[in-house]
């Protein structure tokens, strides 16, 4: 029986109920650990599949566990749902129209990963139940990938000790596997506390937190010279005190994300920020509060892996487009500035690519160092032999974290990428369970990157999960 025949024909005759659950948890554009509905629409389609869920896990009561099976090889299929804050956006409409304005949005196809990963796991179920084939598939869902690194709470809880591979997808501009690293980081609050008074009439008795805030702000732009250039470091003013300039401001705070190759360098940088901290503190005669957040690892990727995986999206093919969603893609782009078209343009070697949405499969590719980006996948692939694919779900040059995205995200388009990263995430996890000398192969991979080298958390064991401030 030939998985991507099976995995292409279960994944189609269930299209319309996994389109209806991404359309749905794209309404439900719930943010990190809120994702109760996203997460029961989850639930409940693995539940009538025959897996067994376990919820709550690792603090979090949006993260759960579908299996079915027993024993092994064990394969985890990662899937995610959140969304990001202030993304509000009408579905299909090639303009910015907040549904409700400062809203959420699924500004990373989220609601697509998600249940692409789900399709996935239900056509190995199917597979291995319609083969005989042992071991156990788990579709583990993985709340607050933004901002809230889900996967590396759960990794914390020991939830991949027994796993075999993992695998998964993100949605994108573009239909390919790539052979890369990501950066590490740090999520971090930086809560000042000073005394309120009359700002005209008695300045003197106030100590602004706002100031501290600002004053923080122009030390760590300062820092940003004296840092690693692959390091990245971004911030958002989260509280400022309130909205009377007459008010010497008693309460402020801001997040910083602290990004670098390697959680050792994140940790160095983390500390150096901590000094600017509470040197602003010191300036201003307020105090600091520093509330670590969340953090994440930096990616090991495994070629072993990926090029199955690569193998069987180049087998399975890339969608065709009808003349409609070609010509919705162009007039997403019509929105974009040349700059960000430019961004996303494919090398000329590779070949023409003047249509809308992205045609074929990219060759593979194998990129060394790392992205701008971080994932929680990253702590995943510290622990067992991990592999990941984008699918082409987006206009060419769109850019994430947009309304473009979110506009798009419910298009017929964005359905038939999410399938087929479905479809070649099935395909990938039968063949590796019915070879397993592929899964020693790519543990052997992963030992030899590591260098000895072990996995340990990089959150402190007393932080725990905590939902959007």
Not at 237 to 245: H, N, Q, V
Not at 301 to 313: A, F, G, H, I, K
Not at 317 to 342: D, N, V, Y
Request: one cysteine or more; a negative charge; glycine letters at 10%.
């Amino acid at each position: 029986m030939d998985s991507r025949d099976f995995a292409t024909g279960l994944i189609e005759d269930k299209r319309p109920i996994l389109s209806a659950a991404a359309d749905k948890v794209w309404e439900f554009a719930e943010t990190k650990f809120e994702e109760v509905q996203s997460a029961q629409v989850l639930i409940d389609l693995l539940e009538r599949e025959g897996f067994q869920v376990q919820t709550g896990l690792a603090d979090m009561s949006t993260a759960f566990v579908g299996s079915y099976g027993r024993g092994g090889p064990v394969v985890a299929i990662l899937g995610e749902y959140d969304a990001l804050s202030g993304l509000s956006q009408a579905a299909e409409t090639p303009e910015p129209k907040a549904i409700v304005s400062g809203a959420n949005g699924h500004g990373c196809g989220h609601n697509l990963l998600g249940v692409g990963a789900l399709a996935a796991a239900i056509a190995v179920r199917h597979y291995m139940e319609a083969a005989g084939l042992p071991g156990t598939v788990r579709y583990y869902g993985c709340p607050g990938e933004e901002n809230g690194s889900g996967k590396a709470f759960m990794a914390r809880a020991g939830l991949f000790s027994d796993v075999d591979f993992a695998l998964t997808w993100h949605p994108g501009t573009r239909t390919a596997v790539r052979s890369s690293s990501s950066l590490a980081n740090y999520s971090v609050y930086y809560r000042f506390t000073g005394r309120s008074a009359h700002a005209a009439g008695a300045p003197h008795l106030g100590r602004s937190a706002l100031d501290a805030v600002e004053l923080m702000s122009v030390g760590v732009n300062f820092l940003r010279e004296h840092i690693i250039p692959e390091a990245r470091l971004h911030y958002a003013m989260t509280k400022t005190g309130g909205r009377s300039p007459n008010v010497v401001q008693a309460l402020a705070e801001v997040a910083y994300l602290i990004r670098a190759p390697r959680t050792p360098q994140v940790e160095e940088i983390y500390q150096r920020v901590n000094d600017v901290a509470r040197g602003a503190a010191m300036m201003t005669g307020t105090t600091v509060e520093i509330i670590f957040d969340k953090a994440c690892s930096n990616i090991i990727p495994n070629q072993t892996l990926e090029r199955v995986m690569y193998e069987n999206l180049v087998e399975l093919g890339a969608p065709s487009w009808t003349p409609e969603e070609l010509e919705f893609a162009r007039r997403i782009q019509e929105t974009l500035t040349e700059p960000e078209r430019g961004n996303d343009r494919i090398p000329p070697s590779e070949g023409p690519d003047d249509s809308p949405l992205h045609v074929g499969v990219r060759p593979f590719q194998d990129v060394p160092g790392a992205g701008g980006g971080s994932s929680d996948v990253g702590d995943v692939s510290w622990l067992t032999p991990t592999a990941q694919l984008r699918a082409a779900t987006w206009a060419v040059g769109t850019p994430g974290h947009s309304w473009q995205v979110v506009t798009q995200g419910t298009t017929t388009y964005a359905h038939k990428g999410m399938l087929l990263a479905g479809k070649t995430i099935a395909a990938t996890a039968v063949h590796v369970m019915q070879n397993p000398e592929i899964i020693a192969k790519a543990k052997a991979e992963l030992a030899e990157r590591l260098a000895g080298e072990k996995y340990v958390s990089p959150i402190p064991a007393d932080v725990k999960p905590a939902p959007t401030r």
